[in-house]
């Protein structure tokens, strides 16, 4: 193939000769350079989109690993709210059953102080709205709340004490008639002797009734004395501690033995008129660090 050009510069003609086959065989070498070339290109632009998705899925991978961390620790401060809130129920119910138990002890009305219904709160709407509660700041009220719990729960502890003490100590006090029905007959101090009409101290008071009817310790106690004694005919002794001790005289039967506890207002004795003595009644005494002190402040409480 002849290729003649001709040009406008002074005439100039130019003449190309092509060999076809060479010509045909460049122009493969070159498509085939270009197919490469685009292929390579491809092939690069592949293996970057590959390493792009590679890169996303390993963050995908750690973001699914931070999630699963979340939720694990999430659950973890949930299990632990949970115990707490429900260690702090525990401290309410102790707190409500001794609540109830020292309404009992100080003869409070119930229905003031009722532990099974909130206390009764009330005011008027605020205006301004506070800011959501945080966690930090609700896990240090659930700690403060808990620590309050404890103070009142020692407070309350150490009050029923007091109150189970005072009751305890009102118990076992003297205090009361011996008897249920009857009347006094003699007085505590110096008398005429009934036999032989000469002065004597009478160590006691003496409450006249019908035989047979109830004698009753006036106090919590132990028996230390149960039998016949001389002047006394049948005979109850009763120790109620703190140097106090009760004696019960010319019964007609005994009701109780030594090392027998015996609470207040029980019936230990019925009235009789065994040894010295001119007719059914019981002599009562109150001793007090082994002396005979008299009955009738005791017996008016």
Not at 78 to 102: E, I, K, P, S
Request: proline share 4%; aromatic share 6%; charged share 20%.
């Amino acid at each position: 193939m002849n290729i003649i050009l001709f040009t406008n510069k002074r005439g100039q003609v130019w003449n190309f000769e092509i060999n076809l086959v060479v010509a045909g065989l460049v122009s493969a070498a070159v498509l085939v350079l270009l197919a490469g070339s685009v292929l390579y290109t491809g092939f690069r632009l592949g293996a970057d989109e590959v390493d792009h998705v590679a890169e996303w899925q390993d963050e995908m991978q750690e973001q699914r690993a931070e999630v699963a961390s979340v939720k694990v620790a999430a659950q973890d401060n949930l299990d632990a709210l949970t115990l707490r809130v429900g260690q702090l129920q525990a401290q309410l119910l102790r707190l409500n059953a001794l609540g109830a138990r020292l309404v009992s002890q100080a003869d409070i009305d119930s229905d003031e102080f009722n532990f099974d219904t909130l206390p009764p709160v009330g005011g008027p709407q605020a205006t301004a709205e506070l800011p959501s509660t945080r966690l930090p700041d609700f896990l240090a009220m659930l700690d403060g709340l808990a620590a309050e719990l404890d103070d009142r729960t020692q407070k309350l502890t150490v009050l029923e004490r007091l109150l189970m003490d005072r009751s305890l100590r009102a118990r076992v006090m003297p205090s009361g008639r011996p008897v249920a029905a009857g009347w006094l007959s003699s007085n505590f101090g110096k008398r005429a002797d009934p036999f032989t009409g000469k002065q004597e101290f009478h160590k006691g008071v003496d409450f006249a009734g019908k035989e047979g009817s109830d004698v009753m310790a006036v106090g919590d106690g132990v028996v230390t004395w149960s039998g016949k004694r001389s002047g006394y005919g049948n005979l109850v002794e009763i120790n109620h501690g703190n140097g106090y001790v009760t004696r019960y005289g010319h019964n007609e039967k005994l009701l109780v033995k030594v090392g027998d506890t015996v609470k207040k207002s029980q019936m230990i004795a019925l009235m009789g008129s065994t040894g010295r003595s001119t007719g059914p009644h019981v002599h009562f005494e109150v001793l007090h660090n082994g002396k005979a002190v008299n009955p009738s402040p005791y017996i008016a409480k």
